[in-house]
């Protein structure tokens, strides 16, 4: 086991072949389980269905070797999603590199809340800025086909990211902006707008732990111990809404009570904050009359 508490594969001659459920059950071969089928789907290149359904399938050599050298570098820190090349979100699968933030379950709370806010019989304007994998972006477009989504990111390699998963997904009322946050736009307005922002204090200790290690930094901190991109966002937001339109923010774990401060002095009404899967309060917003 190592200092992270992280079980160390048994290092078995490679001409000894396992089937997928002795990899999957045995504790001597994984880091954690949900990480082993996230990894043996990949090598494989199929699906959980797969796995429980051909448990007694061999490994080859070759995949049982490329098995092996994932977990080595999963027990070394690297995240699953990036060892993989994709992550799960919502309700599709996304393409991952280290240009772009890890899509986590505690963001699909903003796509609730922003569906809950798209009207699903007639168009509308969406806005997604800081798009990074283009996940959230997406997942309106796929769940709202009569709304054109706005996706905003200045990171060129985000932006191919993002275009590789809209395209992955047959998206077609999708535009991609590359752009730092609002500057894209002159007179636009959107009916909804959402972002994802960084929101982590500049030097707080856990940008040095975990997956997070590995993630883009500037995707993930900010000035204004977190809030200087939220208070750019919700300062200049009026200014591209449509009347009774809503912005909506994911933030930080404490960050919910200045959010809507901000957002008051903004001049939004109707103002809420709702808690993630884990109970933290993660997603707050408002309507601008």
Same mark, same amino acid.
């Given at each position: 086991?190592?200092?992270?508490?992280?079980?160390?594969?048994?290092?078995?001659?490679?001409?000894?072949?396992?089937?997928?459920?002795?990899?999957?059950q045995s504790? +001597?071969?994984?880091?954690?389980?949900?990480?082993?089928?996230?990894?043996?789907?990949?090598?494989?290149?199929?699906?959980?269905?797969?796995?429980?359904? /051909?448990?007694?399938? !061999? !490994?080859?050599?070759?995949?049982?070797?490329?098995?092996?050298?994932?977990?080595?570098?999963?027990?070394?820190?690297?995240?699953?999603?990036?060892?993989?090349?994709?992550?799960?979100?919502?309700?599709?699968?996304?393409?991952?590199?280290?240009?772009?933030?890890?899509?986590?379950?505690?963001?699909?709370?903003?796509?609730?809340?922003?569906?809950?806010?798209?009207?699903?019989?007639?168009?509308?304007?969406?806005?997604?800025?800081?798009?990074?994998s283009g996940?959230? +972006?997406?997942?309106? +477009?796929? /769940?709202?086909?009569?709304?054109?989504?706005?996706?905003?990111?200045?990171?060129?390699?985000?932006?191919?990211?993002?275009?590789?998963?809209?395209?992955?997904? +047959?998206?077609?009322?999708?535009?991609?902006?590359?752009?730092?946050?609002f500057s894209?736009?002159?007179?636009?307005?959107?009916?909804?707008?959402?972002?994802?922002?960084?929101?982590?204090?500049?030097?707080?200790?856990?940008?040095?732990?975990?997956?997070?290690?590995?993630?883009?930094?500037?995707?993930?901190?900010?000035?204004?111990?977190?809030? #200087?991109?939220?208070?750019?966002?919700?300062?200049?937001?009026?200014?591209?809404?449509?009347?009774?339109?809503? !912005?909506?923010?994911?933030?930080?774990?404490?960050?919910?009570?200045?959010?809507?401060?901000? !957002?008051?002095?903004?001049?939004?009404?109707?103002?809420?904050?709702?808690?993630?899967?884990?109970?933290? #309060?993660?997603?707050?917003?408002?309507?601008?009359?």
């Amino acid at each position: 086991m190592t200092g992270d508490g992280l079980l160390v594969p048994v290092q078995e001659n490679l001409d000894t072949l396992v089937t997928i459920g002795e990899l999957l059950q045995s504790p +001597a071969n994984v880091i954690d389980r949900v990480d082993t089928r996230w990894i043996l789907q990949s090598i494989l290149n199929t699906d959980a269905a797969f796995l429980i359904a /051909h448990s007694e399938q !061999l !490994l080859s050599t070759d995949q049982l070797a490329c098995f092996r050298q994932m977990i080595a570098r999963r027990i070394a820190g690297e995240p699953v999603a990036y060892l993989t090349g994709e992550r799960g979100f919502y309700d599709l699968v996304f393409e991952v590199t280290p240009d772009v933030l890890i899509p986590r379950p505690e963001t699909e709370l903003l796509v609730e809340m922003a569906l809950s806010k798209i009207p699903s019989d007639r168009k509308c304007n969406i806005l997604d800025l800081g798009t990074g994998s283009g996940a959230i +972006a997406i997942t309106l +477009a796929r /769940h709202r086909s009569d709304a054109c989504v706005t996706a905003v990111d200045f990171s060129p390699g985000a932006m191919a990211v993002a275009r590789r998963n809209a395209r992955m997904h +047959a998206v077609k009322n999708i535009v991609f902006v590359e752009a730092d946050w609002f500057s894209g736009f002159i007179r636009e307005k959107f009916d909804v707008i959402v972002a994802n922002p960084p929101y982590i204090a500049e030097g707080d200790p856990h940008l040095k732990q975990g997956d997070l290690r590995f993630e883009p930094l500037i995707a993930l901190a900010a000035r204004d111990n977190g809030l #200087d991109c939220i208070r750019t966002i919700i300062t200049q937001a009026p200014d591209y809404l449509e009347p009774s339109g809503w !912005l909506m923010l994911e933030h930080g774990y404490d960050q919910a009570d200045v959010c809507r401060e901000l !957002l008051d002095t903004a001049g939004f009404t109707c103002l809420f904050t709702r808690p993630d899967i884990a109970g933290t #309060d993660r997603v707050t917003g408002g309507q601008y009359e």
